[in-house]
């Protein structure tokens, strides 16, 4: 008889047990990539037991000790087995602009597929480093330390019935992270509920919004595992990976801009940069950094915000739409719409000589939502250009994965951010329990 394998499985997490391990507002992290060196410290500072240990620490064999760690903590009961297998409702509440909002999602196991069998899709390339890196320490510690991001399509009525009863529920795990945001945790144990998000779930087209590096790390795991114990039949925990799925049109879904830092440009295509540009842009002189973050609040699509050191500011708009035809004719015409693919095709590329794979290889080009800090980068001589742009809407996001595209790397971010601590995954069958 042949074992069938839900899509969607329940999971016995490993959580922290704060009668021993102190507060959990203590123990929480953010992403592993938003922890600087500074949030690092500040982060050892809290508590001995804060998740960096496992996602980033600071040894000098840090995957060797990230996994002798969880074995210290499992051993001493800091980090405790769910007594039984669920799916957990997560909340977060948080103040955007004045707003109060509410972004809703479930805590999965979600059985890896290929990306070209179509069920789960990526919008964004990603880098090799992060990905060889998220490898080592998957490989070290068996356990999926934060989850992957995952938006599934809006309209299933039974499925929306449930959560919205699950969120009367007093939360088992709550703790506000550094930037105010409320996390609340609910599991989700009974059968039935389970059944109806299961349902739901089973052959909806999933995209992932965040977390597309770990998601390609744990296709390759599998691999591993599955080469390393080719006798092996059935499901098996690492045939899945942790999962935050969001609804489509949760109202507190939102995507802030993703702006570029370069930290090195050339001179002579700086000092030109005005000549150059102004065959395919229309381009404004901008008196200040605010003036310039003022404009970009109010600017259209195609509209970019440009400082360069000792060049000024600029806020530069698309006027020639066959230079990016002609830049990108093998994208869809979803792609070529977006602000991140003028940016990458038409000012990196074709002004100042940044190549695809020379941004990809990691090293000149940082990512901020802060768009006032990438002003103050160029300000005091750290960088050579800040590059500012509008964020892309969820809309945009669905028009280039139903194109079967990708976007540039870090052309989105989701915020806020999933929190990690709250809930690890262990991929050992032994602690499954579920799938």
Not at 46 to 60: F, G, T
Not at 155 to 182: F, Q, W
Not at 273 to 284: C, H, K, N, T, V
Request: neutral net charge; proline residues 6%.
């Amino acid at each position: 008889m042949v074992k069938i394998t839900p899509r969607i499985a329940p999971f016995r997490a490993l959580t922290f047990d704060v009668s021993r391990a102190g507060r959990l507002e203590t123990l929480i992290a953010p992403p592993y990539d938003l922890i600087d060196k500074a949030c690092q410290d500040e982060l050892y500072a809290r508590s001995p037991y804060n998740v960096v240990r496992l996602e980033l620490n600071r040894a000098e064999d840090r995957y060797a000790d990230a996994a002798a760690t969880m074995a210290d903590w499992r051993a001493r009961g800091i980090l405790r087995l769910a007594p039984r297998p669920a799916l957990y409702h997560y909340t977060q509440t948080f103040e955007l602009d004045g707003r109060r909002l509410t972004r809703t999602a479930v805590f999965a196991r979600i059985r890896l597929d290929e990306f070209g069998a179509g069920t789960i899709l990526p919008h964004e390339r990603t880098f090799p480093k992060a990905k060889e890196d998220r490898l080592r320490l998957l490989v070290a510690t068996r356990a999926n330390l934060s989850p992957i991001f995952g938006l599934y399509p809006a309209g299933d009525a039974a499925l929306a019935e449930v959560l919205s009863e699950i969120a009367r529920r007093d939360p088992e795990i709550s703790a506000n992270d550094d930037l105010g945001v409320r996390n609340e945790v609910r599991a989700i144990d009974d059968a039935g509920a389970i059944s109806v998000i299961q349902r739901a779930l089973a052959d909806a087209r999933i995209l992932i919004a965040d977390g597309h590096h770990r998601y390609e790390t744990a296709l390759e795991y599998r691999r591993r595992r599955r080469a390393a114990e080719p006798d092996a039949a059935g499901a098996h925990a690492f045939d899945y990976v942790m999962i935050a799925l969001v609804r489509f049109d949760d109202p507190g879904l939102v995507i802030l801009p993703t702006h570029r830092v370069a930290r090195r440009l050339d001179s002579a295509a700086a000092a030109a940069f005005d000549e150059r540009a102004r065959a395919i842009f229309a381009i404004e002189q901008v008196a200040n950094a605010e003036t310039l973050r003022a404009a970009m609040a109010k600017a259209e699509r195609g509209a970019l915000g440009v400082a360069l050191r000792n060049g000024g500011f600029r806020l530069i708009r698309l006027r020639d739409r066959a230079a990016l035809n002609a830049a990108l004719p093998d994208s869809p015409p979803a792609v070529r719409e977006l602000d991140v693919s003028i940016l990458h095709a038409l000012v990196f590329d074709r002004i100042f000589g940044l190549k695809p794979d020379a941004i990809r290889a990691g090293g000149n080009l940082e990512y901020t939502i802060d768009a006032r800090g990438a002003l103050a980068a160029v300000d005091s001589g750290a960088a050579d250009g800040a590059f500012l742009m509008a964020p892309p809407t969820v809309a945009d996001v669905e028009k280039v994965c139903a194109s079967g595209a990708t976007m540039p790397e870090k052309s989105t971010y989701f915020h806020p951010k999933l929190a990690t601590g709250l809930l690890i995954n262990p991929l050992e069958d032994g602690d499954s329990g579920g799938a």
